[in-house]
């Protein structure tokens, strides 16, 4: 089953990059963030990466590329700390065997890897040798790997080495924190923080740490404190003078409820209920006239364009969670904006970018995820629509990782909606993205962003710019989902 692409090898045919080759621009701008994406060196700060986009190599303390002649991976990056470092391994070597085996051909080298790295680590004191050819020579690496425990088949649920892991990275997050209750954000200004520090401040919730118990309830009520004061900042001149808009309010509009709607299902507070009426009726208020949502206000962006998909699948999941909990939005807004989702689609379930010539209609999973989420939340379950969409993300739900400019959102979307779809869905979105996010884990804790095909061609990945709270609470979040701790 072709769940997951190996690096630069396409498997989707239509939908998932169809909005880059017709929109290449906004492809770069459709998060929060056009302003000045570029890779950003992804790993942990004491990485030596000559390829800053390549991926993790799980327990390893490693970064590397797969390869087709011979099959295995060429190593990117060697972290300071790890069994790769103690090992010896270095850049540029090319892992083709592991202890004289060969790398399955007909699957996912990345993957095959990582799960070899996964068992191995599971028995005490595995050390095992990485043949690799170093400058035309072979050589043998020996690398001792860290005893961790086995996993079991439901992880991570009930698997006490994935709950280690999600306790280390808790910690890692937790420690991102800025005085100010923020979270680092290299993207996005303002609205950027908002949104990263709205994903965290639901990491941590979704660790068990309310507002008033456990050891994130400082933090959490830090990241409350940040959200509540900043979203909705207007931190881009834009409009001002004539000057292009770049306004990204929408997001952090959008960002804040979904975090403060979980806060205040812990602990009510009417200082914090009262600022969600205000943020309610500012997403009204920045409703476009088709129903669909720009990333802030004031007409066309400086890509010239104004709606997209994704943004209204963040809106419309604020205005349905802040519903649940007696905040209302007007009837006629949440109507206009479902028929807006709906005139995105091609009528089989798939959500496209837009309503725009070459986008309507061209669906992805992530996008549909969000959709999905979204009507799920507003209590729209028995809408015409949700089934087509439930039965065509279940169908494309391998493809999540490779999503439009943040695959990583795009996993988080398709993580709650498998989590809200029942059993079956999460098992069959888990067995892609359980080796997703072993790869992705670190030794350090945090969680790298991985490449795509469209990260390559862009030279640019969104995800890795964001930085590691993004990242890391992302996985997080996924991650803790069957604990049910948050609000969907
Ligand atoms: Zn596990």
């Known amino acids: 089953m072709p769940l997951i692409i190996t690096a630069g090898k396409r498997t989707s045919k239509r939908g998932v990059y169809s909005c880059v080759s017709v929109h290449r621009l906004s492809a770069i701008a459709a998060l929060v963030l056009a302003l000045g994406s570029h890779i950003a060196s992804g790993g942990p700060d004491d990485a030596v990466t000559r390829d800053p986009d390549a991926f993790n190599l799980g327990v390893l303390g490693a970064e590397g590329n797969p390869t087709k002649e011979p099959s295995g991976i060429k190593i990117a990056a060697v972290h300071k700390e790890g069994p790769a470092a103690a090992g010896g391994l270095q850049e540029g070597d090319h892992i083709i065997a592991v202890g004289g085996a060969t790398f399955p051909k007909n699957k996912d080298a990345i993957h095959a890897f990582v799960e070899f790295l996964e068992k191995a680590s599971s028995r005490k004191g595995a050390t095992l040798t990485l043949n690799v050819l170093r400058a035309g020579k072979h050589e043998a690496v020996k690398i001792t790997l860290p005893f961790l425990g086995p996993h079991v088949s439901s992880c991570p649920s009930r698997c006490v080495r994935c709950e280690k892991m999600i306790d280390g990275s808790l910690a890692f997050l937790a420690n991102l924190q800025k005085e100010n209750g923020a979270f680092e954000s290299k993207l996005g200004g303002t609205s950027g923080a908002v949104v990263v520090t709205s994903l965290c401040g639901l990491a941590l919730l979704a660790s068990g740490s309310t507002p008033e118990d456990g050891p994130y309830a400082e933090h959490i009520r830090k990241a409350m404190s940040f959200v509540t004061e900043n979203a ?15 306004n990204q309010t929408n997001w952090s509009l959008g960002y804040a409820p979904i975090f403060l709607v979980s806060y205040l299902k812990k602990k009510d507070d ?9 943020i309610s009726a500012k997403i009204v208020e920045n409703q476009e006239r088709s129903g669909g949502w720009a990333h802030g206000p004031g007409g066309p962006n400086a890509l010239n364009y104004l709606e997209l998909e994704v943004m209204s699948n963040v809106c419309l999941t604020a205005l349905g969670l802040m519903n649940q909990i007696g905040i209302k939005p007007p009837g006629e807004a949440v109507e206009r904006a479902i028929r807006y989702v709906e005139e995105c689609s091609d009528g089989g379930g798939g959500v496209g970018y837009s309503t725009r010539d070459g986008q309507k209609g061209m669906g992805d ?7 999905i989420v979204a009507l799920w939340t507003l209590g ?13 993300y279940t169908m494309r739900i391998g493809d999540l990782v490779n999503g439009h400019v943040s695959p990583v959102m795009h996993c988080t979307s398709g ?52 930085g590691d709270a993004w990242t890391t609470a992302s996985y997080l979040l996924i991650l803790q989902l069957p604990k049910g701790r948050l609000a969907f």
């Open 380 to 392: 729209r379950q028995r809408h015409p629509l949700f089934g087509k969409m439930a039965a065509y």
């Open 415 to 466: 993580g709650i909606a498998a989590h809200l779809l029942g059993p079956k869905v999460w098992a069959k979105f888990m067995q892609p993205f359980r080796l997703e996010f072993m790869a992705a884990r670190r030794p350090d804790g945090g969680f790298s962003a991985r490449p795509t095909e469209e990260t390559r061609q862009l030279r640019s990945n969104t995800d890795r710019s964001l």
């Open 365 to 371: 999973p992530g996008r549909t995820a969000g959709a």
């Open 270 to 278: 009417p200082a914090i209920r009262k600022r969600l009426e205000e």
């Open 232 to 246: 909705g900042k207007d931190d881009k001149k834009g409009r001002e003078a004539g000057e292009p808009n770049w």
